[in-house]
């Protein structure tokens, strides 16, 4: 199947610091990417929707000031904490779409953010 | 409103017994279906998927699900549980093929008892 990467895997941040999460489709291009959080012990929450080429569509509640969602090309989308608090940390995954129409994602490895 | 429900957060099995996890969905049109499992600190993985057509779907790791209109339901079976089964199971449907706007369900972590 296809591959979808993320990176960093964990990360540890503090508190008023900027952490950028990458994720990237190693094998097709990806037209749509989505970004979940996770909360412990929760389903996973859509936060947004990312385009190549262009702006990200956010959920309700999102603060698309907060986590800057970035898809500059077919195989990348980044996803920027800014000004980082400890309630942001959290389980981070991304996902991508082939162009299969029976939908399948396909999804990262997420990457666990703590901030301190 | 469209919703999917995963009876059980919490499934615990013997190692050899039949796994059955649940899930239900709450539409007037059939979305389209899919497992996932999630290992500690990974993302999801697929196991299985319905779409359209043949309503009882084979995944990997021997799972199998059926697709029950009438029930409205899209329980994961698998026949004999294995240690390595443990792990965190999304029921996930996709209303509006077209979208890729996933609803998922709560999970169900599953344990196996030797």
């Known amino acids: 199947g296809a591959v979808v990467s993320q990176h960093p895997s964990r990360v540890i941040c503090k508190s008023g610091t900027s952490v950028k999460i990458e994720c990237r489709s190693l094998d097709f291009q990806a037209t749509t990417m989505f970004w979940y959080r996770q909360f412990p012990k929760k389903s996973l929450m859509l936060m947004a929707t990312?385009?190549?080429?262009?702006?990200?569509?956010?959920e309700q509640g999102v603060e698309k000031d907060k986590f800057l969602i970035n898809h500059a090309s077919l195989t990348l989308s980044t996803l920027t904490v800014t000004s980082a608090h400890p309630e942001d940390s959290s389980f981070y995954i991304c996902?991508?779409?082939?162009?299969?129409?029976?939908?399948?994602?396909?999804f990262g490895e997420g990457s666990r953010l703590t901030v301190l | 409103a469209q919703s999917v429900t995963q009876l059980g957060s919490h499934v615990s099995v013997s190692e050899g017994a039949l796994v059955l996890l649940r899930c239900n969905y709450s539409s007037s049109v059939p979305p389209y279906l899919f497992w996932y499992v999630q290992y500690p600190n990974q993302g999801l993985q697929l196991l299985l998927k319905?779409?359209?057509?043949?309503?009882l779907v084979k995944g990997i790791n021997g799972f199998e699900a059926e697709f029950k209109k009438s029930e409205t339901s899209f329980h994961l079976t698998k026949p004999s549980a294995h240690m390595s089964d443990a792990a965190e199971y999304f029921c996930a449907a996709l209303f509006r093929p077209g979208t890729y706007k996933y609803i998922f369900g709560t999970g169900t972590r599953l344990k196996v008892l030797a």
């Open positions: 996902s991508a779409w082939t162009g299969n129409p029976t939908g399948e994602l396909f």
């Open positions: 319905y779409t359209t057509g043949a309503t």
């Open positions: 990312s385009n190549e080429g262009s702006k990200a569509t956010y």
